[in-house]
């Protein structure tokens, strides 16, 4: 297997109206004083070393413009990347279960935060026991997205289901396992409206663990679901079943849909949540390759 780094791209000196457009645009809130918006590219490749998949990404842009941020050694696997409202970040959440925030060059990656049981000598695994030994036990934290207004980042994972910590970090806190009597099996992405606090997730399959991703894909197994949660009332609405590998999710600038990745069949598709169309689902876009995160 090969290694997973991140790579931050540089985008150039933006002036204040920009860095204001473009922190909405990521979801980031104000970028602040920043001179700067570093837009963090989640890299992970099978069979290619970390310096051939750092030249891969990095061939038509100039090096002056981006900066590697390799992960500890027995780490493996960042699935999404989040950036607070101070355009602080990035957040990734990582093999062993925790996730990190990248403090800068000096102090590298610190640990913002883990689900509740978290061990340490059980859950950092060595490089030679494959993490998908204890991640069931640890957690295994896929999409990242935090909610501007009260600083809580939410967390879709895979095992522990959807879970929400403070802007201090910390151990997180389940919040939802199951919908309608359905256990969750693969939660998977997730994004927020940061008007009304409102967050949507996925479910990939009612079937099939993450360790076992490929069987979702080699089934054509269509028992994912797209799913709403409220956080004034606790309450959980599935919004569409019987989905075929939803994974990252994304809402609409103005708020008026969902663009949902559908993995297996190499799909986009578009899920109303206001107007006449509430509540439907269109195709938005075929693609030559498996999506996974989306992020606006």
């Not at 004083?33 to 038509?60: G, I, K, M």
């Not at 959807?162 to 919908?179: C, F, H, N, Q």
Request: glycine share 12%.
């Amino acid at each position: 297997m090969g290694t997973a780094v991140l790579i931050r791209i540089e985008v150039g000196v933006l002036s204040n109206d920009k860095r204001s457009s473009l922190g909405a645009v990521l979801g980031t809130g104000r970028v602040g004083t920043l001179t700067r918006v570093a837009l963090t590219v989640l890299v992970f490749l099978l069979l290619l070393p970390s310096h051939a998949l750092a030249a891969a990404v990095a061939r038509d842009t100039s090096a002056t413009l981006v900066e590697t941020l390799p992960l500890p050694t027995t780490l493996v696997g960042p699935e999404s990347v989040a950036f607070d409202k101070f355009g602080d970040g990035p957040y990734s959440g990582v093999s062993d279960g925790r996730i990190l925030r990248w403090d800068g060059a000096d102090k590298g990656w610190t640990t913002y935060s883990h689900a509740p049981g978290y061990n340490v000598a059980k859950c950092m695994a060595p490089k030679l026991h494959p993490a998908e030994l204890t991640e069931s036990k640890c957690g295994r934290p896929l999409g990242l997205r935090f909610h501007n207004t009260s600083g809580n980042l939410y967390i879709a994972d895979a095992y522990k289901g959807l879970m929400r910590v403070g802007p201090r970090g910390g151990e997180a806190t389940v919040l939802a396992t199951e919908a309608d009597g359905v256990p969750f099996k693969f939660t998977n992405g997730v994004d927020v409206n940061q008007v009304t606090g409102e967050v949507y997730f996925t479910d990939s399959s009612t079937r099939f663990q993450r360790s076992q991703h490929e069987r979702v894909t080699a089934t054509g197994d269509s028992t994912g679901r797209l799913m709403k949660y409220d956080p004034t009332t606790g309450y959980l609405d599935v919004l569409q079943s019987g989905m075929t590998y939803p994974n990252g999710l994304a809402l609409s600038a103005d708020r008026s849909h969902l663009v949902v990745a559908l993995t297996g069949p190499c799909k986009l598709v578009r899920h109303w949540i206001e107007g006449p169309k509430a509540g439907t689902s269109e195709p938005f876009a075929e693609l030559p390759g498996y999506p996974e995160s989306r992020t606006t």
